[in-house]
């Protein structure tokens, strides 16, 4: 396990908006788009699955994108996902639910990152869990 100093690491990552911001009104979430071919959802996810910190992923998504998206991970290789959860009407309502779960529940350190933020490095996140670690948060 990657646990940091003994403490199990969850993030926790909300992909269930549609874009309504950027003007979208396809059934397909933002999180579905894809950045040189590859789903941003996708795109996101690689830092953690590759940040050694990391030991759990909960997802959370629009009821009609979870299909797509387990196959998707599976697909890339993204095996940390543990929990594929659906979203609440707003991004706030999505994070809650993220920590209701039994996943999140037993981490000593959860982090937080949208999906839709797919130029993270495992770098960015190891040091945000480090200063979590040492502080008791981080951001």
Same mark, same amino acid.
């Given at each position: ?58 997802? @959370?998504?629009?009821? &009609?994108?979870? $299909?797509? /998206?387990?196959?998707? +991970?599976? %697909?890339?290789? !993204? ?31 959860? @982090?937080?990152?949208? &999906?839709?933020? $797919?130029? /993270?490095?495992?770098? +960015?996140? %190891?040091?945000? !869990? ?10």
């Amino acid at each position: 396990m990657a646990m940091v100093d003994g403490t199990r690491v969850c993030a926790i990552v909300p992909a269930a908006g549609a874009g309504a911001r950027m003007g979208r009104t396809a059934a397909a979430s933002k999180a579905l788009l894809t950045l040189g071919g590859v789903p941003v959802v996708v795109r996101t996810l690689q830092p953690f699955e590759a940040a050694v910190e990391v030991d759990d992923i909960v997802l @959370v998504l629009r009821p &009609a994108d979870i $299909p797509v /998206v387990r196959s998707l +991970l599976e %697909g890339a290789g !993204i095996n940390k996902v543990r929990e594929l959860i659906t979203g609440g009407a707003e991004r706030q309502d999505s994070v809650r639910l993220g920590f209701s779960t039994r996943t999140a529940g037993a981490a000593g350190i959860v @982090v937080v990152h949208d &999906a839709v933020r $797919p130029l /993270v490095t495992a770098e +960015l996140i %190891g040091r945000v !869990i480090g200063s979590a670690a040492r502080s008791g948060a981080a951001v």
